[in-house]
């Protein structure tokens, strides 16, 4: 950041004195500032690229919001607290996907209404180029924070298709070690594998290698050789001992885990006349699929899984037994599986209830 704000003051000959002459300008200016954003406005209504982004906004409260930050940039000293809040005004604008040309044009059209003032007030005439200036000053920072918000979500921890990719690629191997001749799954791996190629990259910067992966699925459907089916387990499991990976991975997925949870809560979306087994699976495999190494339904508790729940349905008493994968942040995964197991737990006895009734 100190980088930054140098070279801005660099680039704009930006002086330590200046503060006092940037408040005697806002002085001046204060009591036009409502007229220059109708102004502004107006402009920018005529341009339907850019109007779209005014339609459903409350342009009181978006006035206000602009005229606050405008005096802020003239009265504040300019240092890292002004520079980060140019850059949340550009994230805002981020967000709704202004682009950088529409911003500098939105930039351009305050510049004029400005200029269309002091056409009228003379007194705001030996001010113009200091506002102008620091006008300029606040597009390029707000040029630049756009572009480094980009980048930000576009790095692979970011994406949102991480996430998909790493999840269902899991659970295709999951199924795989299932049923690992089945000429069935074969095929649908292979389709699978396919569907995940949009995705290479950015399972390559977690570490997964895809293509490694499908020559070693392929090597062990031709060849079922054990050391093929080992090397075929470190390539899917290794980057799971990732810290930043599995990270990124639990907060996902505990946000999916909310997501289900309240779907179970309030459109009790466990549709227990189906196979309601297969629908915990499933269930427990969207959300951790990629932390899951077995699931197990039955009679008796098996110790040597991770978690066990005893639950009931239709009078049956069976274990959900779990067995997550050694992985970085075990101990914060199992503990959200038992989250939703709880969850499913509690659904399941509240249906019997309802049923009883
Ligand atoms: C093409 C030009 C522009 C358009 C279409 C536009 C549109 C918007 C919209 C729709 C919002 C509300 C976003 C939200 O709350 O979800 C907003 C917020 C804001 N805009 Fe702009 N804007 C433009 C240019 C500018 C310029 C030149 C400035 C600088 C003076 C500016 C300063 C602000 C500020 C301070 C906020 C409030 C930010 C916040 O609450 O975080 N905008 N803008």
Redesign the pocket.
């Known amino acids: 950041m100190d980088n930054k704000l140098e070279l801005i003051k660099e680039m704009y000959d930006v002086k330590d004195d200046e503060l006092s002459q940037r408040k005697e300008a806002l002085k001046k200016l204060e009591p036009y500032l409502d007229e220059i954003f109708d102004l502004?406005y107006e402009k920018?209504s005529q341009?339907e690229q850019?109007?779209q982004?005014?339609i459903n906004?409350d342009l009181d409260e978006?006035k206000e919001?602009?005229i606050?930050?405008?005096k802020y940039?003239l009265s504040k000293p300019f240092d890292e607290k002004l520079y980060t809040q140019i850059s949340?005004?550009a994230?805002?604008?981020y967000?709704?996907r202004?682009d950088p040309v529409?911003?500098s044009?939105?930039?351009h059209?305050?510049s004029e209404s400005v200029l269309f003032q002091a056409k009228k007030e003379s007194s705001l005439l030996p001010h113009l180029q200091l506002i102008i200036k620091y006008?300029k000053i606040?597009?390029s920072i707000?040029d630049q924070e756009y572009f480094a918000q980009k980048n930000l979500e576009n790095s692979p921890y970011r994406a949102n298709g991480l996430f998909i990719a790493v999840n269902k690629l899991h659970m295709y191997y999951l199924e795989f070690l299932h049923d690992k001749e089945s000429e069935e799954i074969k095929n649908r791996l292979e389709e699978n594998i396919k569907e995940l190629k949009k995705y290479r990259d950015i399972l390559k910067e977690v570490g997964f290698d895809l293509s490694n992966i499908k020559r070693h699925y392929t090597l062990y459907f031709n060849d079922s050789n054990e050391a093929n089916l080992a090397k075929l387990g470190v390539l899917i499991n290794q980057p799971l001992y990732n810290l930043s990976t599995t990270s990124y991975l639990s907060i996902t997925s505990s946000l999916m885990l909310l997501n289900s949870m309240t779907k179970i809560a309030y459109h009790e979306d466990m549709h227990l006349d189906l196979d309601v087994k297969e629908k915990m699976k499933s269930l427990i495999l969207q959300n951790f699929g990629w932390a899951v190494e077995d699931i197990i339904f039955c009679k008796e508790e098996q110790e040597a899984c991770d978690i066990i729940k005893m639950l009931e349905h239709n009078e049956e008493i069976f274990y959900l037994c779990i067995k997550v994968k050694d992985i970085a942040n075990k101990l914060y995964v199992l503990e959200s599986i038992d989250l939703l197991c709880e969850n499913i737990k509690l659904s399941l006895f509240l249906k019997e209830k309802k049923k009883e009734k």
């Open positions: 502004f920018l341009k850019i109007s982004f005014l906004v978006l919001k602009q606050k930050f405008l940039l949340k005004v994230i805002t604008h967000h709704i202004l529409f911003m044009y939105g930039f059209v305050l006008l606040a597009e707000m």
